[in-house]
């Protein structure tokens, strides 16, 4: 017997919680990119080596994305996510005692499995509450709890790293976390029976489909480098700030990257708006894609008003990106249903890990060369995998939601005729 959602009403009575879980969760994303120069400092870390603490919670991520959407076949979306919150929470917690940069990047990593086995659980818990052609808007006020959280962890960061030392910025995510994990076990309303054994064989066969979906390895691959490029963008400004202007106080720095984000949280329930009604779906994702690539080539030519208007661009860009990216997948036959988690689960995965070695790739590039061919290449690889787009299918298609008793398939109701 399969997990039953309880009445959808009930259900989204817990949505706030987990939109609240999500910041706390982004949070925790950033608030080590906010506290890297006092990383560097009292860790006696170079930049490569900070790279590696941050490539550690971004490799963590993908490495445990897939167990996550296997794990969501077995045992539920509401379960996992909650077990999430608590692991996350553990790692991140600790990592405001690591005594070096080693044992930091050590529980980065755990801490970004937590995030794995949050991201596409939650995501799918709450789309399952809402019927087909109305989960745009809620995709992207789900990613503009992201970048919320994102811009405190970065502002927030900086100002708790600089007035009280970096171990406090990290302290704060992880505790928060925690309680964040403690809410939602009460408050998210229990499913009902999941079923009590189910093999592997059963397991794989009914995730093949998604695992061989060209639509989902060719958006993946498209965007990994956008991906990438946003998340540079937002992590390593500052420390880019504290080398190549070093007048620039650290908050001042931080506000940068802040605003990006910022932006970001108007894109994010546009850009859904923009994917539902849009019955191409790339046709929303390259030109706000493409203009971003462009704009990174920029990042270090440019004054400090004239960085300000750039970030504000590339910030509501990646709402807009980011919002089609995970509303796409909904409307793919083969991550219908109990099957969403695991394809978001696959599209993250191949995105961070792509990602991730894109990152690390960066400091090494600006550690032996400097900022400036580094945010080159940043431009490129955001520009470079796009015209991977034309294999995947984004219409929306005249296609019926088949009924699954599962809170990741949401409830029985019929995708609306839309045209192609």
């Not at 608030?31 to 120069?37: D, E, K, S, T, Y």
């Not at 930049?47 to 993908?62: D, M, N, Q, W």
């Not at 970004?112 to 809620?138: E, H, K, M, N, R």
């Not at 030519?301 to 504000?312: E, K, R, V």
Request: proline letters at 8%.
């Amino acid at each position: 017997m399969s997990e039953t959602p309880s009445h959808p009403l009930a259900g989204r009575s817990a949505v706030p919680t987990l939109m609240v879980a999500r910041v706390v969760y982004a949070f925790n994303w950033y608030n080590v990119g906010a506290v890297l120069p006092l990383l560097g400092t009292h860790l006696k870390a170079t930049t490569p080596e900070l790279g590696i603490v941050v490539s550690s919670f971004l490799i963590g991520a993908a490495t445990f994305q897939l167990v996550a959407g296997f794990a969501v076949l077995r045992w539920g979306n509401r379960t996992v996510s909650v077990f999430a919150l608590f692991l996350m929470g553990g790692f991140a917690t600790a990592s405001a005692f690591a005594p070096n940069w080693i044992v930091l990047s050590a529980l980065r990593f755990g801490a970004g499995a937590g995030a794995a086995f949050f991201f596409a659980p939650a995501l799918g818990l709450i789309t399952s509450y809402y019927p087909p052609g109305t989960q745009g808007p809620v995709i992207g006020i789900y990613n503009s709890g992201f970048s919320v959280g994102s811009g405190v962890g970065l502002f927030g960061g900086a100002f708790l790293g600089a007035e009280l030392g970096w171990s406090y910025a990290l302290l704060a995510g992880g505790a928060a976390l925690l309680v964040c994990a403690v809410v939602a076990t009460f408050v998210i309303p229990p499913a009902g029976p999941v079923r009590a054994h189910r093999a592997v064989r059963e397991l794989w066969d009914a995730a093949l489909p998604t695992l061989r979906s060209r639509s989902l390895w060719a958006l993946s691959v498209a965007t990994a480098g956008l991906w990438a490029a946003y998340v540079l963008a937002a992590q390593y400004f500052i420390q880019f700030a504290a080398t190549d202007h070093p007048t620039w106080p650290i908050a001042i720095a931080a506000g940068i990257p802040t605003l990006m984000i910022v932006l970001e949280i108007p894109g994010g329930p546009i850009g859904g708006l923009m994917g539902e009604r849009q019955a191409e779906m790339r046709r929303v994702i390259l030109p706000w894609g493409a203009a971003s690539g462009i704009l990174f080539f920029l990042i270090p030519y440019l004054a400090f008003p004239a960085l300000f208007a750039l970030f504000a661009v590339l910030g509501f860009a990646d709402g807009v990106v980011f919002a089609v990216l995970y509303l796409l997948p909904v409307y793919l036959p083969e991550t219908r249903g109990e099957n969403l988690s695991l394809g978001l689960a696959l599209l993250n995965s191949i995105q961070i890990f792509l990602g991730s070695a894109l990152a690390l790739a960066f400091a090494f590039v600006a550690g032996a060369f400097g900022y400036t061919p580094a945010w080159w290449f940043t431009g490129v690889i955001a520009l470079a995998p796009l015209p991977l787009l034309a294999w995947v299918s984004g219409r929306h298609g005249p296609v019926a939601r088949p009924a699954v008793g599962s809170p990741s398939a949401g409830r029985a109701v019929p995708v609306p005729n839309r045209p192609v």
